[in-house]
């Protein structure tokens, strides 16, 4: 070594460090990839991506090489200092060759490269595998031993390598890649995946039409009754009962039933056969298990019962794709048919309007986890059935009773451009 001139001590120096800086970049580029953007990219037969995703399968064993063959340069590197301080300065320069070394290796070996793997990880991580992939084959036999007694010293202090969590996303996590994926994904479709993943804290009971508003056709009535009705349903299929909604003999689709009338061959025999049993779901379904439900019953409509068999409520396929891809009417008032915008700028608003309807549509910030109703709502907020004038604030936004029926509030008048925030005082 004492026979070799400076430069080339200098020249072993330099190559040294950028080997230390490839070893130290690579390692944070491999380990900074979004793994589920280089499975795309493998996928889709990119070679960089196929093979580091293939390194990256078993990261103790990439870990292993890159540390050792990073130690081995930067130790070798240190070894190197040393002669060229001695043979410069003398012993008294060892201490100063240890410092600018330090320096160098951080500033050039350590930061700089691993920031910049950092910021653009595929650009070095897809070319390093195309080194490591080989090198491993190569030393295999040495980062094995190595691994072997590392995780010997994790499984005496109770770490065991082989029961780590894989790279599964957590339902909140995937809901944070959602709203951080800005102009990746149209807001419109960010929209409807996050709807998505609300599924299954949506049960049926906060979609369905309530019993009080299910229209339906009574077997008992005169058939010229019942075919005067279904020529003004304006449903596709409409629930049959007698006598009352606790006898519900099915539904029975009006095209159907209207073909056979233009056919001459519709009668009340005809009509009873063209009746489809009725499909019944249980209240409190998550709405994510009740469109799997609805798929593999191949039902579009559901009749929600309680505990004890009475019906509370109806919900079809299009209430529930609703909750997805949002309501259908391109106006926000005509939404809902029980909002009537004034000249004012409040609106009335019928009392038995669905508060997650109101919230979805008109994009007030009415609470929704508790009564399913505003008349609900309003009745729980003063714990007794108000006298119409009765004013109150709920959420911050100024609420009017302006008519009672029936011991319910019938129609409520809301003023959302008066609103104040909750933490007022309110």
């Known amino acids: 070594m004492n026979d070799l001139p400076l430069g080339a001590l200098f020249g072993a120096l330099v190559f040294l460090l950028i080997l230390s800086a490839f070893f130290s970049g690579s390692e944070t580029a491999l380990m900074t990839l979004n793994r589920y953007r280089l499975r795309h990219l493998a996928d889709a037969g990119h070679p960089g991506a196929k093979l580091a995703r293939q390194l990256l399968d078993k990261p103790d064993r990439l870990i292993g090489l890159i540390l050792l063959g990073n130690n081995f340069v930067n130790i070798l590197a ?12 003398g012993e008294g320069a ?8 330090t320096l160098v290796v951080l500033i050039f070996s350590e930061v700089a490269p691993k920031t910049m793997a950092a910021l653009y990880p595929e650009r070095i991580a897809f070319p390093a595998a195309w080194v490591y992939t080989p090198l491993l084959r190569l030393l295999f036999p040495l980062v094995w031993l190595v691994n072997l007694m590392a995780n010997t010293v994790l499984r005496l202090l109770g770490i065991f390598p082989e029961d780590a969590e894989g790279n599964a996303l957590s339902r909140e996590e995937l809901r944070t890649v959602v709203n951080e994926a800005g102009a990746m994904i149209p807001k419109r479709h960010q929209k409807m995946l996050l709807n998505i993943l609300d599924l299954e804290k949506v049960t049926v009971d906060d979609i369905m039409v309530p019993r009080s508003e299910i229209d339906g056709v009574d077997l008992d009535d005169p058939f010229d009754v019942i075919l005067e009705q279904l020529e003004k349903m ?7 009962y007698r006598g009352s909604i606790d006898h519900v003999v099915g539904f029975v689709h009006s095209r159907r039933a209207m073909h056979s009338l233009l056919d001459g061959e519709l009668d009340r025999a005809t009509f009873e056969r063209l009746v489809r049993e009725p499909y019944f779901i249980p209240k ?3 709405l994510n298990r009740q469109l799997l439900n609805f798929q593999r019953n191949r039902r579009r409509t559901a009749l929600v019962v309680d505990e004890y068999g009475d019906v509370q409520g109806l919900v079809t396929m299009a209430d529930l794709l609703e909750e997805i891809v949002g309501e ?3 106006d926000p008032s005509d939404a809902i048919a029980d909002v009537l915008p004034q000249e004012d700028g409040s609106f009335l608003v019928d ?4 508060l997650r309807e109101l919230v979805r549509t008109m994009h007030w910030e009415l609470p929704t986890d508790g009564p399913k109703t505003l008349n609900g709502l309003i009745v729980e907020y003063l714990e007794s059935l108000p006298d119409t ?3 109150l604030m709920v959420a911050g936004y100024p609420i009017e009773v302006v008519q009672i029926q029936d011991n319910a509030v019938k129609t409520a008048r809301i003023r959302p451009q008066d609103r104040r925030q909750p ?3 309110d």
């Open 234 to 240: 304006p449903y596709t299929r409409v629930l049959v």
């Open 351 to 354: 009392g038995s309007a669905n």
């Open 389 to 391: 004038g009765t004013s």
């Open 78 to 89: 240190s070894s190197l200092a040393t002669i060229i301080a001695i043979r410069l300065g």
């Open 284 to 286: 409190g379904t998550p």
């Open 328 to 330: 259908f009417a391109t």
């Open 94 to 101: 060892i201490a100063i060759a240890a410092g600018l070394l």
């Open 423 to 425: 933490d007022s005082g």
